[in-house]
């Protein structure tokens, strides 16, 4: 399995960040509960 985040921020100019370490990680906790892997 695998998944993908993605984050918006056009209020400071950053309109996609591809990779958002700490909201990854969170997701990835997630997902492995969520998949019972």
């Known amino acids: 399995f695998d998944f993908v985040s993605r984050c918006f921020y056009p209020g400071v100019g950053v309109y996609v960040d591809p990779v958002t370490g700490s909201g990854h990680c969170c997701l990835g ?3 492995q509960k969520y998949l019972d892997i």
């Open 29 to 31: 906790r997630y997902w």
